[in-house]
């Protein structure tokens, strides 16, 4: 089948980055077939921005500090454009996203959570399910939409909480997990806007 044309991704990010580095990884192993066309962190000394320039990506770093939400997503959406992702990870990117780069980008925005959304969405997500007492909990991808941790699910992952499990234990066991989906989950979406791409053409439509 003929393969879309644009499988660029632009990664957000904000700290350790190793969802960033799992996608990466997914890339050089040959699992994903995509290319990451930037790496931008709104932090300056975020870890996963360090990783991104030792791997010659291009790593931008744009500070939101004291910057107005609008104001920031609009210089996001510049950035973004000239680099021309089919779709935008975020990968421990801690910021809420505005109308100015949901509407440039309708559902081509992915997120990933450690929790089975709808439950525990926000911070401290695994404390969150440690202190409910929940049984099982995981994580999300999703494609973010203006909520916290909202918008439509991609995949998920169960994982089995352990009766001695701590914050850290639990999270680590879930960030593995995080790490097997976040890359499946964007090679079904980029397939899935393939074949929306071709039944538009076989269609005579053409998209933009
Ligand atoms: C992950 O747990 C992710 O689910 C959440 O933020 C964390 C980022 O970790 N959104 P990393 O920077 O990818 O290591």
Known sequence: MKKMENRKL????????SNFIAIYDAIKRGDLEAEIC??????ENAQGLNRAREFGLTSICLPSRGI???EYDRMLVKT???????LICMAGFMRILSPEILKEYPSRILNIHPALLP????LHAQRQALQYGVKISGCTVHLADAGVDTGPIVLQRAVEVMENDTEETLSARILEQEHQIY??????????MQDEQDSKNILGFVRE
């Open 183 to 192: 890359w499946r989950a964007i090679a079904q979406v980029l397939d899935k």
């Open 80 to 86: 973004l454009r000239s680099y021309n992702p089919a």
């Open 68 to 70: 107005e939400r609008e």
């Open 38 to 43: 930037c790496v931008i962190s709104n932090i």
């Open 119 to 122: 439950s525990f969405p926000g």
């Open 10 to 17: 632009a990664i957000l990010l904000s700290g350790r980055g």
